[in-house]
């Protein structure tokens, strides 16, 4: 694949994450536990199912591989972790905080470059990467509470983008391996949904049919299973800087969300936290757009 057709899957997988907030809203009546439990294991279905109806997407051998295993596993687990970050923020109504988060990890994507790979920070981009600091750091003191659901998804994921450039193993079975280290979790997960009086899969409880609910939550594993497929195709084939970039489409999909469809408030902490952010990444935008047109000149 190449770097244009890694950005494109780039682009399509941050448009389908921006507008999933709807999705996981719609399953607001279910515990965040539950959606979480739930996600993990299906997802493991769906990929095993894929990899079972091709002998090229075989992973088994990844699980006689220590070096894929562990590369894989840690991945899974920073992967799940995010699910069960951005499942609470959501139907929580914190979808601004969680567009926050997603905001900010660009800019530690390309510390992840710096770090990992041995890209270059340019000037522009401690600026940026500053700026975005700064304005973190503003919300926290003026709104008066940390935003560690913004923080802890910012790490995460691009902890998680930055293993999967340095695995660069095949989307399909590498993520087929990632969800089955954790699919015990998940089953261990569920099968506790079972014991407790508010579960909701193949129950009466919640404003939707049982089979109505069993279904959005089985579909979930289809809906985390394919943008991770298009993302990691992204970071095999494109630079982790221009993936980065094209992260701005999702946390501003989900922004518009919550502030124009759930009516979550919009402060004048966020404002100058997002403003400062935002001057970050155009900075940094600007920057790589001036690159390219220099280089096409040459």
Same mark, same amino acid.
């Given at each position: 694949?190449?770097?244009?057709?890694?950005?494109?899957?780039?682009?399509?997988?941050?448009?389908?994450?921006?507008?999933?907030?709807?999705?996981?809203?719609?399953l607001?009546?279910?515990?965040?536990?539950?959606?979480?439990?739930?996600?993990?294991?299906?997802?493991?279905?769906?990929?095993a199912?894929?990899?079972?109806?091709?002998?090229?997407?075989?992973?088994?051998?990844?699980?006689h591989d220590?070096?894929?295993?562990?590369?894989?596993?840690?991945?899974?687990?920073l992967?799940?972790?995010?699910?069960?970050?951005?499942?609470?923020?959501?139907?929580?109504?914190?979808?601004?905080?969680?567009?926050?988060?997603?905001?900010?990890?660009?800019?530690?994507?390309?510390? #992840? *470059? !710096? @770090?990992? %790979?041995?890209?270059?920070?340019?000037p522009?981009?401690? $600026?940026?990467?500053? =700026? +975005?600091? #700064? *304005? !973190? @750091?503003? %919300?926290a003191?003026?709104f008066?509470?940390?935003?560690? $659901?913004?923080?802890? =998804? +910012?790490?995460?994921?691009?902890?998680?983008?930055?293993?999967?450039?340095k695995?660069?193993?095949p989307?399909?079975?590498? =993520? +087929?391996?990632?969800?089955?280290?954790?699919?015990?979790?998940?089953?261990?997960?569920?099968?506790?949904?079972?014991?407790?009086?508010?579960?909701?899969?193949?129950?009466?409880?919640?404003p939707?049919?049982?089979?109505?609910?069993?279904?959005?939550?089985?579909?979930?594993?289809?809906?985390?299973?394919?943008?991770?497929?298009?993302?990691?195709?992204?970071?095999?084939?494109?630079?982790?800087?221009a993936?980065?970039?094209?992260?701005?489409?999702?946390?501003?999909?989900?922004?518009?969300?919550?502030?124009?469809?759930?009516?979550?408030?919009?402060?004048?902490?966020?404002?100058?936290?997002?403003?400062?952010?935002?001057?970050?990444?155009?900075?940094?935008?600007g920057?790589?757009?001036l690159?390219?047109?220099?280089?096409?000149?040459?």
């Amino acid at each position: 694949m190449s770097p244009r057709q890694g950005l494109i899957c780039a682009v399509v997988c941050y448009a389908i994450w921006g507008v999933l907030p709807v999705y996981w809203k719609a399953l607001s009546f279910v515990s965040s536990f539950e959606i979480f439990a739930h996600r993990m294991f299906w997802s493991f279905v769906l990929m095993a199912l894929i990899c079972a109806c091709s002998r090229r997407l075989d992973p088994r051998p990844y699980f006689h591989d220590r070096r894929a295993l562990t590369l894989l596993g840690a991945a899974g687990v920073l992967v799940a972790s995010t699910w069960g970050v951005y499942i609470y923020a959501v139907n929580s109504a914190h979808i601004v905080e969680a567009s926050l988060g997603y905001y900010v990890n660009p800019l530690l994507s390309i510390f #992840a *470059g !710096v @770090i990992l %790979f041995r890209e270059k920070l340019t000037p522009v981009q401690k $600026i940026a990467a500053g =700026l +975005a600091a #700064a *304005g !973190v @750091i503003y %919300f926290a003191v003026d709104f008066g509470t940390f935003p560690w $659901i913004s923080v802890a =998804l +910012a790490v995460l994921f691009s902890t998680y983008g930055a293993l999967k450039k340095k695995g660069g193993y095949p989307a399909v079975p590498a =993520l +087929a391996v990632e969800t089955a280290l954790v699919a015990p979790l998940a089953v261990i997960f569920i099968i506790y949904t079972f014991t407790r009086p508010e579960r909701v899969f193949l129950t009466a409880l919640g404003p939707w049919p049982p089979w109505g609910a069993a279904a959005g939550l089985i579909c979930g594993g289809a809906v985390t299973a394919l943008p991770l497929l298009l993302f990691a195709r992204a970071a095999n084939a494109a630079p982790l800087s221009a993936i980065g970039f094209a992260q701005y489409l999702s946390p501003t999909i989900s922004l518009l969300i919550g502030v124009i469809v759930y009516g979550e408030p919009f402060t004048q902490a966020h404002l100058i936290c997002f403003a400062l952010i935002w001057a970050g990444l155009l900075l940094v935008s600007g920057e790589g757009l001036l690159l390219r047109v220099i280089t096409s000149k040459e």
